[in-house]
């Protein structure tokens, strides 16, 4: 499991909140083939970001589908509130 939430939103109901991070979660986990996708996309794209090291071609493709998807999800989540500079979605997987 994960949990997203939006961060740095000024002045932002409760519940407008709680929808675009459900309109952020929906778009990934569509783009990513749900939630076990997902994971997998996060963790290469972290360790990308991470990294050093060289990553593998697979680690290297799923870093990039994840960043794809996060930028829709965002374009998403965003749709009803209007982007701020600084606003975002933070996702956190469950250990």
Sequence with gaps: ?????LQ???????ELRHQAERRYARTLEKALGG????????????WAEESLDEISEED??????W???????A???FAALGETDTAYFEVRLER
């Design 8 to 14: 740095d939103y000024p002045q932002l109901p409760e």
């Design 75 to 77: 374009q998403e989540g």
């Design 35 to 46: 939630t076990e996708g997902l994971a997998a996309a996060y963790k290469a794209w972290n």
């Design 60 to 65: 290297k493709s799923l870093a990039l589908r």
């Design 1 to 5: 499991m994960y949990t997203v939430t």
């Design 67 to 73: 960043q794809r998807a996060a930028v829709n999800a």
